[in-house]
């Protein structure tokens, strides 16, 4: 049913305007709620060395909800992208450690660049899979990703038996040392990590708001038939979008890896559900079409503060968990309170002109 | 008026707005018992509109509903059926994964108690109603395995079965062959023995004079004639219809129409259910000549235009543009060769409404704007601009969302964004539907001026009067088929219907599986 304009009371639109304004900052805004309850509360909080540890937790999951964020745009999911991050953090692993095994009882080594460049291959090998699924065999994007969410688990799990590869430190003999770069090299005083973020991010955003790819996502997301109808490759984009999506998890995997300078199987359970719930912190309607890579970058940061300072406060996880449900929550619900408001200013600006 | 029946239903001065339309204004009418009540009036005179509002699917914006007497509200369709109030929906409102027994007792289930629904009993019913309806349907059979005329006639039969007081049929011959047709007014003569007041939609006016007994007449959401059928002509039902001042179809400039730019040759396109919704048809389209299609609803031109696009898989057939075999290529490859289409469902596929007006109309053309992969904006924001002013499209901003607009600039927009494309033949379907009279002025002059400038231009239209007045040549489908192909001059309003119901005449058998189905 189409929304008819209600009478309204002459003073509401300046009002009903400064509260949209509002809602639209809102992820900002909790934000610097986050940041300042966290700096009054707990002790240490502000200083430059929190700030960074900080930084870095949420870039991993920054990755994976820039990669989410197009995906949901386009009106899918990516359920796989937590076991994208084991799989491809055991592939890491297991290149350094042990090389590729061929077949021939011959072993091929792999420098540290080209175990990097193996794995992101292989994070998009998954998109590949998961892009597939969906566009040509018309599986739902939440069971197929679903499916390959166990796969890939799966697949992490026998590369090594379910252990650990504990040493990543390679040999001079194979001309593989130098993994831990990634994970603990800095610059200017910020781990690789951000910087490796903010290419990400920026280039995302760059994407999203002025090439033609990036126009299409929202297309697709908003209107299919729509999008196809007007010379959009709608399969083309959604490959894309799970590749990209793939690709973002192999980042984290590589850098979670390179950390730790160890890699184990059961690496990133759960984070696909910490990504989605950037994303749509930051934003992102579930339905497609709406999204923004700055929004859900904020997201990301909004949920990564708040449960780092919650620690920090030494509240018990347990509570840490029920609160970052709650904030969720409470973001969806805002979210709802403005388009209905979005869509009652916009009604009476056009029974204003008319 | 004749006093034998007793008015059961009157909408009072009731008007309804939709977000940028009013659809409904001041509208009166009533509705009499024992008798068929007709409406008629041109594609979004409000027809269905109305009726919804009598069927509880929409609320009047202002005004009330009497009902024997007494002011009603009907919030939800359920308060309406309570009431007593059936309706059969122009666009088919059945379960395709339930039988057809299952869905004539959809929310009035045959139960026994604890012991669940009693499907035999259902079963029998079911079958009952369809040997009174002559169909021959079985009642288990799934809804989705019947062909579209058989689903109209489940639909009919759902309504007929809640023993409504007020039965409302929007458009129920549209999909019927000519015998069917004829059951189903026997069927209508039967309730109206019953003293059921049936409200009657269609376009077909022979129809409507057949077994009408009232008449209400709707332009431009007004109510602009209501009598007793017997009191008027054809010629009353066209001249309320169409109003004294004729409408504003811009005139030929002139042009020279040149060469042949598009062929289609033996199109074909199978049925789910079985037969062909396009059925061998071939064309061809000079530039700068505007084809009308005329056709009535389900006559497959819609199915055709997809077809011509690359949007249906199964299709067979060969299209050359410009002297090149397109046929193997997909929509985006068609597109960048030069075809366009303007789809009649602006939301489902027109328009993407969350996004910008401009985001919209430069959505298909974007690649003219970008260098690398750098959307250039000061080219996007010009070509939108001219867009907008070669168009007379009505937006105070770009930035907005689509959906902001009225459904006229809606269309406006859509026709923008085809046009950014600079297509060589442009394809569009239903142009001037659930638009104003004044966006729909604008709409055939820019199908004019396009012609002018050498496009090649097939419309499909359900309205008579618009395929007379704006077409170069007619073309007429009825039941899949192309019964006519005719230069404007030769043509005549009698052919064109004329043709247009002959892929239904019993003298040629369909091409439609017999119509016992089996579960």
Known sequence: MTAVPQPIPSTAPSGGTLLLTLMKLRTFIALFAVLIVFSILAPNFMSTANLILMAKHVALNAFLAIGMTFVIVTGGIDLSVGSIVGLCSMVAGGLLMNGLALPIGYTVWFSVPETVLVTLAIGILVGVVNGLLI?????????????????????????????????????????????????????LDLPYAVWAL????????????????????????????????????????????????????????????????????????????????????????????????????IGAFV??????????????????????????????????????????????????QS | MSPDHDVVLRLDDVSKAYSGTLAVKHATIE????????????????????????????????????????????????????????????????FGNLSVAENIFATREVTRGLRGIDYREQERRAAKLMERLQTGIDPRALVEDLRIGQQQLVEIAKAVAQDARILIMDEPTSALSATEVEVLFRVIADLKAQGVAIVYISHRLEELIRIGDYITVLRDGRVTGQAGMRDVDTHWIVRQMIGQDAKDFAKGVGHRIGEVIFEARDVSLPRVTGGLSVDHVGFDLRAGEILGVYGLMGAGRSELLDCIMGR??????????????????????????????????????????????????????????????????????????????????????????????????????????????????????????????????????TMRRLAAQGLGIVFVTSDLEEVMALSDRIAVMSNGRLTALMDRSDATEAKVVAASAAGHAPTRPSPVAPEKVSA
């Open chain 1, 303 to 352: 949920i990564g503060i708040l449960g780092d300072g919650l620690v920090m406060m030494g509240v018990s996880s347990f509570w840490q968990t029920v609160i970052k449900g709650l904030v969720i929550i409470a973001a969806v619900v805002v979210d709802q309170a403005q388009r209905k408001l979005q869509q009652r200013v916009a009604l009476l600006q056009v029974a204003r």
């Open chain 1, 135 to 187: 566009t040509r065999l018309n599986v739902a994007p939440f069971i197929a990703t679903l499916g390959t969410l166990y796969v890939a688990r799966g697949a992490a799990l026998l590369m090594s038996e379910g252990r650990t590869f504990p040493n990543l430190a390679g040999t001079e003999a194979h001309a593989n040392q130098g993994f831990d770069v990634l994970g603990g090299g800095r610059f």
């Open chain 1, 198 to 297: 903010v290419v990400v991010a920026l280039a995302a955003a760059y994407l999203a708001r002025s090439t033609p790819l990036g126009r299409h996502i929202f297309a697709v997301g908003g209107n299919e038939r729509a999008a196809g109808l007007s010379g959009i490759r709608v399969n083309r984009v959604k490959m894309f979008v799970y590749m990209f999506s793939g690709f973002c998890a192999a980042i984290v995997g590589l850098i979670i890896a390179s950390e730790l300078m160890a890699s184990h199987p059961a690496t990133g359970e759960t984070f696909e559900l910490n990504a989605i719930a950037a994303a749509v912190l930051g934003g992102t309607s579930m339905s497609g079409g709406r999204g923004t890579v700055g929004g859900t970058v």
């Open chain 2, 31 to 94: 509705v009499r018992r024992g008798a068929v009540n007709v409406l008629v009036g041109e594609n979004g005179a409000g027809k269905s509109t109305l009726m919804k509002i009598i069927a509880g699917v929409e609320q009047p914006t202002l005004g009330r509903i009497v009902l024997d007497g007494e002011t009603v509200r009907f919030p939800t369709t359920a308060d309406a059926v309570a009431h007593g109030i059936g309706m059969v929906f122009q666009e088919l409102n059945l």
């Open chain 2, 312 to 445: 249906q898989r199964l299709a067979t057939g060969q299209f050359t543009l410009c002297g090149q075999p397109i046929t193997r290529l997909d929509t985006t490859g068609r597109i960048a060769r030069g075809l366009a289409l303007i789809p009649e469902d602006r939301q489902r596929e027109g328009q993407v409404g969350m996004l910008s007006i401009a985001e919209n109309l430069t959505m298909a053309s974007l690649y003219r704007y970008v260098r690398g992969i750098h959307i250039r904006r000061k080219a996007e924001r010009q070509a939108v601009a001219g867009a907008i002013t070669d168009l007379n499209i009505k937006a105070a901003d770009t930035d907005l969302p689509v959906s902001s607009l009225s459904g006229g600039n809606q269309q406006k927009v859509v026709i923008g964004k085809a046009l950014l494309t600079n297509p060589k033949v442009l394809l569009m379907d239903e142009p001037s539907r659930g638009i104003d009279v004044g966006a729909k002025a604008d709409v055939f002059l």
